[in-house]
């Protein structure tokens, strides 16, 4: 008897190491493009819990004061957490964008590798409830040969636009690829064939939206759209150029770069249900190459990081551009010329943040929340000033959702920022 409850206790045991060992790692065969990690004890090793005032700068050397009258900000931000970005390998990796969902307290970040090599990785982070809002992490995949480019946090899935060396994800031609991952709870989980190779050398943004997924694909792709399951392809639109993807239920807007070499971008303005182009509305920016420029649609206006030329807010009902802003002076900040441009735009009620590369990010507010514009109306914005970090390099995105500002902050990895009203 006492044997027989020997080897039972034994064999219980193997059945408990085997299920920790599956629950904290998955999909980690050795020939695989990727490892999960759902270890969130692990994971936390990156994550310094912070409390400290981010003031916001509107002195002279800021970048604007000496081009615009501002405001005092009626509202306080709160720096409440730093993750640093992960070593894939031996290497290390920087953060490329921010995904918050707004229907459920996920937000991902996504990474990827400078120069000739591919790496890249996922972080899934939980929007911690109450009052002193913040997030912590709980998952990541971490890509061998494959940068991560952008991200998007769905409600059951998350989606990475991939440049991959690894044919097992892209076609010989192509480096684009698009991964998709299950979620369980917060925990990342591995599906199978839920990938697929997209056009071109690069995929740089997807979104999920009325269980489709968008995809646009850099220089020679286009836009592609796909069932949930990618197991359909619905659309292909050839748009030389193609750097950022939005839709809602009115527009599906694809933002393009300066193909033409004349210093001017496009946003091409498709029907979401048909993708039918209906207009084409050519703008000043997007004219570097190969650089990142992103639009957010809200209701009829689309929010363009145009680099160079700032941000600027077009009427998507005719193409005017309503509002913009410059980006700052780098020459004001004592920054090279080209190390300032405006890569990312995000906006909630009235509030709006900016992404501008080494010269960090802004915050601006408009005369009224933005889904309540209507076409034809003025809209005026303001610039407050810049949010004063201690140690940031630069920046290569924001989200900016329910009073949680995300910043991507390059190698710097990732800095979460809570907005309360004074």
């Known amino acids: 008897m006492d044997v027989f409850k020997r080897n039972l206790f034994l064999w219980f045991s193997l059945v408990s190491v085997v299920l920790v060992f599956t629950a904290c790692s998955e999909s980690n065969d050795s020939s695989a493009p990727y490892e999960v990690i759902n ?28 081009r615009y009258k501002q405001k005092k900000a009626k509202f306080s931000l709160t720096l409440t957490a730093e993750l640093s970005a992960p070593s894939v390998g031996t290497d290390g990796i920087q953060a490329t964008m921010v995904s918050i969902n707004g229907n459920s307290s996920r937000a991902t970040v996504s990474y990827n590798k400078q120069g000739s090599s591919y790496q890249g990785s996922i972080d899934v982070l939980q929007v911690t409830s109450g009052n002193a809002k913040s997030m912590r992490i709980r998952s990541s995949v971490e890509f061998f040969d494959s940068d991560v480019n952008a991200v998007f946090a769905g409600d059951n899935r998350v989606w990475g636009a991939l440049a991959t060396e690894n044919p097992e994800l892209s076609n010989s031609s192509d480096r684009s690829a ?39 694909s850099g220089t020679d792709g286009g836009l592609s759209v796909y069932s949930q399951d990618l197991s359909e392809e619905l659309n292909y639109t050839e748009l030389r150029d193609a750097r950022w993807v939005d839709v809602n239920g009115d527009y599906l807007v694809v933002l393009l770069g300066d193909s033409n070499d004349d210093g001017k971008g496009e946003i091409v303005v498709m029907n979401p249900n048909t993708y039918d182009i209906q207009n084409r509305y050519p703008f000043v920016g997007a004219s570097t190459p190969e650089a990142k420029n992103t639009v957010e649609v809200i209701e009829h206006l689309a929010f363009i990081a145009a680099g160079v030329e700032g941000m600027k807010v077009m009427d998507l009902t005719t193409g005017e551009i309503v509002a913009e802003i410059p980006r700052p002076d780098p020459s004001e900040l004592g920054i090279s010329d080209q190390r300032v441009m405006t890569n990312a735009v995000s906006v909630d009620e009235d509030k709006i943040f900016i992404s501008n590369g080494e010269a960090g990010v802004y915050v601006a507010e408009a005369d009224q929340n933005i889904d309540r514009y209507n076409p034809g109306e003025q809209l005026n914005i303001t610039v407050l000033g810049k949010l004063t970090f201690d140690d940031l390099e630069s920046v290569n995105h924001v989200s900016y959702r329910s009073k949680i500002l995300v910043v991507a902050a390059g190698a710097g990895g990732a800095k979460i920022v809570r907005l309360d009203a004074k």
């Open 39 to 66: 270890d969130d004890s692990e994971l936390e090793k990156r994550y310094t819990e912070k409390n400290s005032t981010i003031n916001i700068d509107s002195t002279d050397g800021s970048g604007y004061k000496s």
């Open 178 to 216: 698009l991964q998709g991952f299950a979620f369980s709870g917060f925990d990342i989980e591995a599906i199978d064939d839920l990938s697929v190779s997209l056009p071109s050398f690069a995929a740089n943004a997807v979104k999920e939206y009325d269980n489709r997924i968008f995809a646009t």
